[in-house]
C-alpha cells in the first residue's frame, strides 16, 4: 500500500471520530506519523482494551469490566435510591459533583418518537424489574433537561408513582435544552440536591 493510501485510511477513520474535524484529523496523523512507534501502540493498545473489557453492568447498564459495576459492586453506597440517566456518561457527571451516594439506571438512550425510540428500545423493562426485588424508596430521574429528557421524565414518573415509590426529578436550574455532562460539578450537585417530587 502507498503511504499516501494508508495515511488516507487513517485520516477517514479518524474523521469519523465525534468533534474531530478535516484539520483536527490531520493535525492528529501527522503527529502519530511523527511519534515513536511505542507511543502509537499505546494508543492502539488503550482502544483495543476498552472495547474487549469494558462491557454494560447486568444491573444498572453503566459501564463494567466485571458483571457488574464499581457502583453496583460498592456496599457502602444507599441503595434504597436509584437515579436514573440517558447514558452512562452522566453517570461519570454525577459522580463528579460528589452529591449522591445512591445507585444508577442507564436507560442507554431517551423517548424520541422522531427517532422512533419509544421506551420499549430502553432499558426500562430492568429498571421496573428491579424495584419490583430491590427495596427502592425513591426514583430520581436524571434525563437532560431538553424536549426528549422531559418526556422521558413524565413517562417514567407515570409509570413509578402507582408502584409507591418516590419520583423525583433534578431541580431547575441546569441549562435547558443543555446536557448533564456539560453542567459545571456545582450547579449539577446543587440541582441534586434540591431535587423536587414529581
Ligand atoms: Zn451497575
Known amino acids: 500500500m502507498s503511504a499516501d493510501r494508508s495515511l488516507q485510511i487513517l485520516l477517514d477513520e479518524l474523521g469519523r471520530l465525534p468533534g474531530i474535524g478535516p484539520k483536527s484529523a490531520q493535525r492528529i496523523a501527522y503527529h502519530l506519523l511523527e511519534a515513536d512507534a511505542e507511543e502509537a501502540r499505546r494508543l492502539a493498545d488503550a482502544i483495543l482494551m476498552v472495547k474487549s473489557e469494558v462491557h454494560f453492568c ?5 459501564y463494567a469490566t466485571g458483571d457488574e459495576c464499581a457502583i453496583c459492586e460498592d456496599s457502602s453506597r444507599d441503595r434504597g435510591r436509584i437515579c436514573v440517566v440517558g447514558e452512562p456518561r452522566d453517570v461519570s457527571a454525577i459522580e463528579r459533583t460528589g452529591s449522591y451516594r445512591g445507585l444508577y439506571h442507564v436507560l442507554g438512550g431517551v423517548i ?3 427517532d422512533k425510540i419509544g421506551p420499549e428500545q ?3 423493562r430492568e429498571l421496573l424489574a428491579r424495584l419490583g426485588t430491590e427495596e427502592v424508596e425513591e426514583v430520581i430521574i436524571a434525563t437532560n433537561p431538553n424536549i426528549e429528557g422531559e418526556t422521558t421524565a413524565s413517562y417514567l414518573a407515570r409509570t413509578i408513582k402507582p408502584l409507591g ?3 423525583t426529578r433534578l431541580a431547575s436550574g441546569l441549562p435547558v435544552g443543555g446536557d448533564l455532562e456539560y453542567a459545571d460539578e456545582l450547579t449539577l450537585g446543587r440541582a441534586i440536591e434540591a431535587r423536587r417530587a414529581l
Open 58 to 62: 447486568s444491573r444498572c447498564f453503566n
Open 112 to 114: 424520541s418518537p422522531m
Open 122 to 124: 430502553l432499558h426500562v
Open 165 to 167: 415509590i418516590t419520583v
